[in-house]
């Protein structure tokens, strides 16, 4: 009898541990290594096709279909190098260009590329994210020196938002337009911003800070919460607005740099990988942001 009981307090046991374990995984979108190590920025136009910078060598913009086909969409002039892509609701499309210290914008429809903002001091602009409204934040990071910039960016140009940061990388604006949201990759934390009617923010507070590992790219779902690119530790971590984590998806590759929504209903994530140089996918439980 003591046997049995142990090998069903074993078996429970087991089963426990087994229930604990997170289920979320990812699945591969398009084949390895197809990208460069510099693949980033993400973004899903309104007829579904994902675009994804450094398609097969650097400078170019690969276009992937929903069945994960990939080809070369644009190749950057100039020398220009791409990191974050954002749409706005005309579907033109905005480019962070870190070499040549750039905004680029690619009308819809078109393959011209045009600067839309350009400044000579930034570091290199990394991420972008845009609000309901139109505006386009950018992140500025100095990897040497682990500090960074935040900036806002129109048709004039660029307007710093606050200098000497940590080492800004990810940025994203919630659903309602009125919270920003900004990463620092080497000091691990994640800063909220109230924004108001001009975009501008305000009350800068601690949202969320890890103990370990990095974080590159964030993108919000419909309800506010928060996906988390974690570099190094091959996961996205989702953030609900409280600033509590509700959910851990486990990626194939080990560094994620950035995150979108896409798919027939919204709802599909797609998360590019320095690593692998490819593009996983797991399904969330809401629409983007933009969808």
């Not at 279909?65 to 990939?70: K, P, R, V």
């Not at 078109?110 to 609000?131: G, M, T």
Request: hydrophobic share 35%; charged share 25%; glycine share 10%.
């Amino acid at each position: 009898m003591n046997i049995i009981k142990s090998i069903l307090g074993a078996v429970s046991l087991f089963l426990i541990i087994v229930a604990c374990e997170p289920a979320d995984k990812s699945a591969d979108f398009t084949k390895e290594m197809i990208f460069t190590g510099g693949i980033e920025g993400p973004a899903v136009d309104s007829e579904n096709n994902l675009y994804a910078v450094n398609f097969e060598k650097e400078g170019t913009i690969g276009i992937v279909d929903m069945q994960g086909n990939a080809s070369v969409f644009i190749e950057l002039p100039n020398g220009s190098v791409g990191n974050g892509i954002r749409f706005d609701k005309q579907d033109n499309m905005y480019i962070a260009d870190y070499v040549n210290h750039n905004v680029l914008m690619i009308p819809k429809g078109k393959k011209e590329v045009q600067v839309y903002a350009h400044h000579p001091d930034l570091n290199q602009p990394n991420d972008l994210a845009i609000s309901p409204n139109g505006t386009l934040y950018a992140s500025d990071p100095n990897w040497k020196e682990s500090t960074g910039n935040l900036w806002k960016v129109d048709e004039t140009g660029f307007s710093l938002l606050e200098a000497e940061m940590g080492t800004t990388n990810g940025v994203e604006v919630s659903p309602d337009g009125k919270k920003l949201y900004v990463n620092e990759s080497v000091q691990r934390k994640i800063w909220s911003y109230n924004l108001d009617a001009d975009g501008n923010p305000s009350n800068k507070t601690l949202f969320y800070e890890f103990s370990d590992f990095g974080m590159d790219g964030m993108r919000c779902d419909n309800q506010g919460n928060i996906y988390v690119c974690r570099y190094d530790a091959g996961k996205v971590v989702v953030l609900n607005p409280a600033g509590s984590i509700i959910r851990e998806v486990s990626l194939k590759g080990k560094k994620p740099t950035n995150i979108a929504f896409g798919g027939k209903d919204g709802k599909q994530c797609f998360v590019t990988l320095q690593d692998r140089r490819c593009i996983e996918t797991f399904m969330a439980d809401h629409p983007g942001r933009d969808h």
